[in-house]
Structure formats: C-alpha cells, structure tokens
C-alpha cells in the first residue's frame, strides 16, 4: 500500500509544482488576457456563421459536397480545410468515413492529412513573420507576450491537436511565435490520438 500512496503524494507535487510554475510566470494571466483580445473576434466569426447559416445550410452543403465529391476529392478538401485554419469540423468527415468500404483506412488517410496539414500550416505561420509590418508589430509591440509564448508552445500545440479547435490555427500560431519545428511534429502527433478516438466514437454510433 506504500508504493501506491507514494506516487499519489508524488504526482500531487508534480501537480502542484506546474501549477506554481505556471502562476510565476505568468500563463494563466497571459491565457485570460489573450482570450478576452480574441473574445470580440470570436464572437464575430460566430455571429457570421450564424448569419450565413440561416441563408444557407452549411452543414446540409458539406455533407452533400461529400456525397458529389470522389475519395479522392473529400480527402484533398479535407487536406486544404487543414491546412488552411481548419475551421470545417474533422467529425463530419470521419462520418463520412464510416460509410466507405473500408472506414479505418479512410479514418487514418483523414488523421494524417489533419496532422500533415497542421504542419504546413506552421510554415505558413512562419512566412506571415516576414511581412515587414507583422515582423516589426511582433518584435517591438509583441516581444513579451512572444517570450512567454515560447515557454507554452507545447499546450497550444496539444490544446489544438485534442481538443476541438482548429489545429491549423494552433500551428500557424506556433510558427508565428518562433516554436521549435519539433515540438510542432512531437505534441501534433497526439492529432492521430484524437482521430482514433473521435472514429471509434463515431464508428460505433453510426
């Protein structure tokens, strides 16, 4: 009974410790802060979609678009939704892939899209950087919040691999912020992760 209590007692001050660290350097306070910039944003991206969506049935056009397309037409649409801010929603493609043949082959070719897309999408973040305007902007009116960017590129990454967010814009913001390329190809890997998941969800109730 040692051990067990041991490791409980153990990964409580791992947990505390990241909590603290976390509190120090300021995360949280940069995280709160940064949603409430984006908050007007966000809330316009959905107003407009909600607009848009009462003109014209958005998800009634995607699912017809994957009934008209060939395979090979979904999966190179999926690729450019992606990598291009990857607003459209994984899930209705995977519904989609339960209805082929041969649905895990289809879920995987899908996975690694999703995640090879989001790489691009770095490289994409990081050639916004070379516009004169956004390099100068980051440099000498970003330069604290990038510093502390760095520190948390890793949850960004893996916050836009397994959550439902857009992973392409998690990636374009991580080659915005300098992050190292490897981290990008390590915590996106988990993007495979959720697509395994999301299919044996799906799968099951489709």
């Known amino acids: 009974m040692k051990p067990s209590k041991e490791r409980t007692k153990s990964s409580k001050s791992r947990?505390?410790?990241?909590?603290?660290?976390?509190?120090?350097?300021?995360?949280?306070?940069f995280v709160g802060k940064s949603i409430l910039k984006a908050l007007p944003y966000i809330i316009l991206i959905v107003v407009?979609?909600?607009?848009?969506?009462?003109?014209f049935n958005i998800n009634e056009a995607l699912v017809r678009l994957t009934?008209?397309?060939?395979?090979?037409?979904?999966?190179?649409?999926?690729?450019?939704?992606?990598?291009?801010m990857g607003l459209i929603p994984p899930e209705l493609f995977i519904a989609?892939?339960?209805k082929l043949n041969r649905p895990w082959l289809y879920l995987m070719s899908l996975a690694f899209?999703?995640?090879f897309g989001g790489l691009l999408s770095y490289f994409i973040g990081k050639s916004i950087t070379r516009i004169p305007r956004v390099h100068n902007y980051l440099q000498y009116k970003m330069q604290k919040q990038l510093k502390n960017s760095k520190?948390?590129?890793?949850?960004?990454?893996?916050?836009?691999?397994?959550?439902?967010?857009?992973?392409?814009?998690?990636?374009?913001?991580?080659?915005i912020i300098?992050?190292?390329?490897?981290?990008?190809?390590?915590?996106?890997?988990?993007?495979?992760?959720?697509?395994?998941?999301?299919?044996?969800?799906i799968f099951n109730v489709l």
């Open 113 to 115: 899209l999703s995640y």
């Open 67 to 84: 009934e008209t397309l060939p395979i090979y037409g979904v999966l190179i649409f999926f690729f450019v939704s992606e990598t291009f």
């Open 48 to 55: 407009g979609v909600y607009v848009l969506n009462s003109f």
């Open 178 to 201: 300098d992050f190292k390329f490897r981290g990008v190809v390590m915590f996106g890997s988990l993007r495979l992760l959720r697509f395994v998941i999301y299919g044996l969800v």
């Open 151 to 175: 520190k948390w590129g890793g949850l960004l990454i893996v916050a836009g691999a397994l959550l439902p967010l857009p992973f392409s814009i998690s990636c374009i913001a991580a080659g």
């Open 15 to 29: 947990l505390r410790l990241l909590h603290q660290y976390y509190s120090y350097t300021g995360f949280y306070s």
């Open 96 to 98: 989609w892939a339960s």
